[in-house]
């Protein structure tokens, strides 16, 4: 079976899991599907949006990450989790989707559709038709801390993917002073701060292990997920196939 040593920022990822042993990932509940919401701290329609994600993230059934996007900025207040790399992200949907726009709340269910990100009843709802109409993860992947090694499984299925990191912050309450949203302080859950591809699959059973001797020295309180996404083009990402994630104190799921 394939077995790839990854090298580079990876080490950061065993670092802030503080060497923890997570369940092994073979006994990891496999997640029901994936929750990507676009939000941002300066936009007044967002914080149901993300109470919803952070219902889901608590309840852990899904795979659920927040993008925090920068494009909201000029009115007043600088979203201190945005970036323009999620921005990007979600306009490389919106061209997947075939959107001239974007727009706050999003949420991208397993990389194939969108809607409302406020909406917690429809994402549920949605999430569990997509699997019944056989849109839903159908490739297992795991994911263990083991004597001082990250080891991501990703199983066999067909078609090919990249196998992407997304690193978050598992928890952070923010108060916002100006802007729509002046004067609150929000508790925002699972908000992305970086994002990699470590991997292609190509329908194999795939291991990926970064050796103890990558790892770094920096802690944090956060977490990673990791996705096997399909991509239209090199620059405009698809339909989510598998996925899983690891948080502090070992979990994961």
């Given at each position: 079976?394939?077995?790839?040593?990854?090298?580079?920022?990876?080490?950061?990822?065993?670092?802030?899991?503080?060497?923890?042993?997570?369940?092994?990932?073979?006994?990891?509940?496999?997640?029901?599907?994936?929750?990507?919401?676009?939000?941002?701290?300066?936009?007044?329609?967002?914080?149901?949006?993300?109470?919803?994600?952070?219902?889901?993230?608590?309840?852990?059934?899904?795979?659920?990450?927040?993008?925090?996007?920068?494009?909201?900025?000029?009115?007043?207040?600088?979203?201190?989790?945005?970036?323009?790399?999620?921005t990007e992200r979600q306009y490389a949907y919106a061209r997947m989707f075939g959107r001239n726009?974007?727009?706050?709340?999003?949420?991208?269910?397993?990389?194939?559709?969108?809607?409302?990100?406020?909406?917690?009843?429809?994402?549920?709802?949605?999430?569990?038709?997509?699997?019944?109409?056989?849109?839903?993860?159908?490739?297992?992947?795991?994911?263990?801390?083991?004597?001082?090694?990250?080891?991501?499984?990703?199983?066999?299925?067909?078609?090919?993917?990249?196998?992407?990191?997304?690193?978050?912050?598992?928890?952070?309450?923010?108060?916002?002073?100006?802007?729509e949203n002046r004067g609150k302080t929000v508790n925002y859950w699972h908000a992305v701060t970086?994002?990699?591809?470590?991997?292609?699959?190509?329908?194999?059973?795939?291991?990926?292990?970064?050796?103890?001797?990558?790892?770094?020295?920096k802690k944090t309180s956060g977490g990673c997920a990791v996705l096997l996404q399909r991509m239209?083009?090199?620059?405009?990402?698809?339909?989510?196939?598998?996925?899983?994630?690891?948080?502090?104190?070992?979990?994961?799921?």
């Amino acid at each position: 079976m394939p077995r790839r040593r990854i090298v580079g920022c990876l080490a950061a990822l065993l670092a802030l899991m503080g060497g923890a042993t997570a369940a092994p990932a073979q006994e990891a509940r496999p997640a029901s599907g994936v929750v990507e919401l676009f939000t941002s701290q300066g936009c007044s329609s967002c914080p149901p949006a993300d109470k919803a994600l952070e219902t889901l993230a608590r309840e852990g059934s899904v795979v659920a990450l927040a993008y925090h996007v920068d494009y909201w900025n000029y009115l007043g207040w600088a979203d201190t989790l945005g970036s323009k790399e999620n921005t990007e992200r979600q306009y490389a949907y919106a061209r997947m989707f075939g959107r001239n726009g974007v727009y706050t709340p999003q949420a991208v269910l397993n990389g194939r559709e969108h809607m409302n990100g406020a909406d917690l009843p429809g994402i549920r709802a949605r999430i569990d038709a997509l699997s019944g109409e056989g849109k839903g993860l159908s490739v297992p992947v795991g994911i263990e801390v083991k004597n001082d090694e990250l080891r991501i499984r990703v199983g066999e299925g067909q078609g090919k993917a990249n196998i992407v990191i997304a690193y978050f912050e598992r928890e952070r309450a923010i108060e916002i002073d100006k802007g729509e949203n002046r004067g609150k302080t929000v508790n925002y859950w699972h908000a992305v701060t970086d994002m990699e591809t470590i991997g292609m699959w190509e329908g194999k059973e795939t291991n990926l292990i970064l050796p103890a001797a990558m790892l770094a020295k920096k802690k944090t309180s956060g977490g990673c997920a990791v996705l096997l996404q399909r991509m239209r083009t090199a620059e405009t990402p698809g339909a989510i196939l598998g996925a899983t994630l690891l948080v502090p104190g070992g979990q994961a799921r």
